[in-house]
């Protein structure tokens, strides 16, 4: 059984490996073969030729794009990146920067819809059809087909420029900017390791409502999931046993069935964790969050190459790594998996 | 470290929920001033290297020159406290200023900073560059008489009133040429660390510079005329317009520039707020490319020039940001001409094409930064230049995409944007009336008539004569003629738009007076607590 599981682990990562190799190809050819001008936006509109040309070969853009792929190839085998045009730092550290901010967004989310999306989908199997179920069925709908930008500007119109309940774009009040040291990255935790309560309670009013509204879709989709999975369940003879002995409808959903979706549960979370860092992209403009969207929608804009792609991969290698991560739980956790990887 | 950041964040999620309420934000602090903008252009705060109009604005509070250019047009002392100007040059006397690192600032630091742009040699130096200095001639046009005497000779090219405007211009900042020195890497001046950072004698230091992010200013607390009064300065990039609209309004930020045409409206009349609209001398211009076969012929250019509803265009697109006009000089400057009688006339406009044998139209690509006003622009002229019977293929793109194909003629109709260096017929002309070598092999893709294959060797000759007429009145009649001949010629950069910046000021701000050439400077703005 262990051999079997570590072989099965190794054909996976192989997987993972492969796919992400071939994201890299993809997104490196595109990102040379688009019509953008990295050369231009640094040197400026007005450059003369010489100046031009000069700035053109120091960013290696005048070999011919195979040797491109080959440098970059190496500098990434040796954890280099390359640099932004945009800030002129390695791009490594740029991301270093970047990606706490989103990572803190969606992680931030990822719990929202999981406390609110697992036990909407539990509630609306247990009373199917419905006032409750309809409701939630609705709630899912509407989640699933608004565009996270939408919602985001109707977000603040209401609470933070009509209510003044949470705080608005930016991860804090501009003044607080530049008071806290970055540590982990994370601005909540940063701000409580370093003491500065005001500025935690300023950075929570300002993360609440883009969280919020980033997990929303994923929460529809937690929910929708969980219940189809909960119906399924509840149609199984072990179910309708356990009731038949008396057990609560609460009772069997926490010890019965909840165990048994569990797995299930841990791919859908996987896959919109995922998600939830992709789609952080939107929010991120609506709300001027200076995270890996951010970050790429402008790198875009410019044609800074180096830094989409590597961002790219970034958010590609987090999306196959949770899938993975998703699949191996799936083999370690689910007896019947286990059998048929035997 | 994950499972304690998620305990904590639950924490303080359900700590959030129940006391959601009484959570409130207080407006910005009466000693810092928060800009709100966008920042997506600004990719160096080199002086020597940056010239988008952003961070130049930024760049301006961070270092002097030894002139500096009002809001409205005179050239003042800055770092220069008086120059003589004689037949082959200017002398300059400095006064005794000081770096924000403590140095002084000596004539070695000027010579040092002109000869850094040149030698950099990028878009920043341009400007030099148009009328006769460059890397080669620099060391000896530009010298130190003494520690505080600063000689700057004449290039052959250049008079003094154009050589005043030029120094005033933030890529001739005066940067501390002993700090700079210790951060270079690589023969590079210091490039790579100037461009986050900086080394100024101006009201401002830079304390932080997150790209798309923010920009914080600290304030010099021993700039030459005294502390700023505005401990810091914020500027926040904001790229989303709406968002900027409801973030001024709720007092997060005290200045909002670069919102859409229709967030700007709300705040018209608005109790609380001001809009400044200011004008930049420059134009929203059609480019054609002369290289196309329609568009060589001077008859098609002008079809097209009677085929754009600029009225209709200004009332309901432009707004605050433009005012039609085809002319490249606004109309307010001394010597500027009357607008020609190009208005929407489609049948005119369809007579033309006939004549130049294209009764039954064509087809053309426009090409366009994805950009407020500059896309309904686009549409707009599309829509009207149907009804003469040309048919217009929209092609939007970010700036690099656009500005690569402006640089390598590859485009058919394509809508830039200008601006002026002062605030004279040749500030704003220059650029639309100067074209030294139209040939392919010239590659002078810097040059904005270059651009579009319009060849005008007479035009070209006659503004180099007006650059270089030292008598006012014959100057003013060079201005004039170069003006008509510019019309004349059917231009292949058609400008159709005077181009203002508006900004939108909470009436908290004083003393804010926005720069025709973005160096505005905050040094003297104030805040009081009434809205």
């Not at chain 1, 040797?67 to 730092?89: K, R, S």
């Not at chain 1, 189809?228 to 046993?241: G, K, R």
């Not at chain 2, 005294?226 to 926040?236: D, L, T």
Request: net charge neutral; charged share 20%.
């Amino acid at each position: 059984m262990k051999e079997l599981s570590v072989a099965e682990f190794g054909r996976r990562l192989a997987h993972l490996l492969v796919s992400l190799f071939i994201l890299l190809c993809v997104t490196f050819v595109i990102g040379r073969v688009l019509p953008t001008d990295p050369v231009g936006a640094i040197v400026g509109e007005l450059a003369d030729p010489a100046a031009y040309a000069a700035m053109r070969m120091r960013l290696g853009l005048d070999l011919p794009i195979y040797q491109q792929f080959f440098l970059y190839l190496n500098g990434l085998a040796h954890g280099d990146f390359g640099t932004a045009v945009l800030t002129g730092n390695p791009v490594s550290s740029d991301l270093a920067q970047a990606f706490p901010a989103t990572f803190e967004l969606a992680t931030l989310a990822v719990i929202i819809s999981t406390f609110v999306g697992v036990p909407l989908g539990l509630v609306a199997a247990l009373f199917r059809d419905s006032l409750i179920d309809k409701i939630a069925r609705v709630v899912a709908l509407v989640g699933h087909s608004i565009p996270v930008f939408w919602f985001g500007i109707v977000g603040l119109v209401i609470f933070y420029a009509g209510l003044n309940w949470v705080g608005g774009p930016g991860r804090v009040d501009v003044f607080y900017e530049g008071l806290v040291t970055p540590q982990t990255g994370l601005l909540l935790v940063d701000s409580l390791l370093q003491g500065e309560t005001e500025i935690f309670w300023n950075a929570l009013g300002h993360i609440i409502l883009p969280a919020i509204i980033l997990a929303y879709a994923a929460m529809a989709y937690i929910a929708r999931m969980t219940r189809s999975f909960t119906l399924e369940q509840l149609s199984q003879d072990y179910v309708i046993a356990a009731r038949a002995k008396g057990v609560s409808p609460a009772g069997t959903i926490l010890r019965h069935v909840l165990p048994n979706i569990a797995v299930q549960l841990i791919t859908i979370l996987a896959i919109s964790y995922g998600g939830l860092l992709e789609g952080a992209v939107v929010t991120e403009i609506v709300f001027s969050w200076p995270g890996i969207g951010q970050y790429m929608t402008n790198a875009l804009m410019i044609g800074d190459m180096n830094a989409i792609v590597a961002a790219t991969i970034i958010v590609g290698f987090i999306f196959m790594f949770l899938n993975f991560l998703a699949d191996v739980a799936y083999a370690l956790l689910d007896p019947r998996m286990r059998e048929a990887v035997r | 470290m994950k499972h304690f950041s998620k305990g904590l964040f639950v924490g303080a999620f359900v700590g959030a929920l129940t006391i959601a309420a009484p959570l409130s934000y207080a407006a910005t602090p009466k000693d810092q001033l928060v800009i709100g903008t966008s920042l997506a252009q600004v990719l160096s705060l080199d002086p020597h290297q940056a010239t988008e109009g952003k961070a130049v604005e930024i760049m301006s509070n961070l270092y002097d020159r030894l002139v500096n250019s009002t809001p409205d047009g005179k050239i003042v002392p800055q770092l220069a406290e008086s120059w003589k100007v004689d037949d082959k040059g200017i002398t300059f006397t400095l006064r005794q200023a000081k770096f924000a690192s403590g140095n002084p600032v000596t004539a070695k630091d000027v010579v040092y900073s002109i000869g850094r742009l040149l030698k950099l040699d990028q878009a920043a130096a341009a400007n030099l560059k148009r009328v006769g200095y460059d890397k080669n001639n620099v060391d000896k046009l530009v010298t130190a008489v003494d520690d505080k005497t600063v000689r700057i000779d004449f290039s052959g090219q250049v008079t003094a009133e154009m050589l005043l405007y030029r120094l005033a211009a933030s890529t001739t900042s005066i940067v501390d040429s002993v700090e700079v020195q210790k951060h270079v890497s690589d023969n590079d001046w210091g490039n790579a660390w100037m461009r986050t950072h900086s080394a100024g004698s101006g009201p401002f230091t830079l304390n932080r510079w997150s790209p798309n992010e923010l920009v914080i200013l600290d304030a010099n607390k021993d700039y030459v005329t005294g502390a700023p009064k505005m401990k810091r300065v914020i500027v926040r990039h904001v790229p989303e317009s709406q968002v900027e609209r409801l973030m001024l309004e709720r007092g997060d930020i005290d200045v909002a520039s670069a919102m859409t045409a229709a967030d700007l409206a709300t705040f018209k009349d608005k109790q609380g707020f001001t809009i400044q609209r200011i004008p930049t001398g420059g134009f929203y211009v059609l480019s054609m490319n002369a290289g196309n076969q329609y568009l060589s012929n001077p008859k098609v250019r002008e079809a097209i020039a009677y085929g754009i509803d600029y009225k209709g265009i200004e009332k309901t697109i432009m707004g605050p940001y433009g005012r039609a006009r085809n002319v490249p000089v606004p109309e307010n400057f001394e010597a500027a001409i009357p607008n020609p009688d190009w208005h929407l006339d489609v049948e005119k406009s369809k007579q033309l094409l006939a004549e130049a044998g294209f009764k039954d139209g064509f087809s053309l690509t426009l090409k366009t930064i994805a950009q407020t006003p500059r896309i309904d622009l686009a549409t707009a002229i599309q829509a009207s230049l149907a009804q003469v019977g040309i048919k217009i293929d929209i092609q939007q793109g970010n700036g690099s995409e656009i500005i690569a194909a402006h640089r390598a003629r590859d485009f058919d109709l394509l809508i830039p944007q200008t601006s002026a260096y002062m605030p004279n017929v040749l500030g704003s002309m220059e650029q639309f009336s100067s074209n030294p070598d139209n040939s392919k092999e010239a590659n002078n893709a810097g040059n904005f008539v270059w651009r579009s294959a319009w060849d005008i060797p007479e035009l070209t000759a006659l503004t180099a004569k007006a650059s270089m007429e030292p008598d006012a009145k014959k100057r003013g009649e060079l201005y004039v003629e170069m003006q008509k001949l510019f019309v004349e010629q059917k231009p292949a950069v058609l400008p159709m738009f005077e181009r203002f910046e508006p900004i939108v000021l909470s009436s908290k701000v004083q003393g804010y007076v926005g720069h025709p050439t973005q160096l505005t400077r905050l040094e003297s703005v104030t805040k009081s607590e009434a809205q």
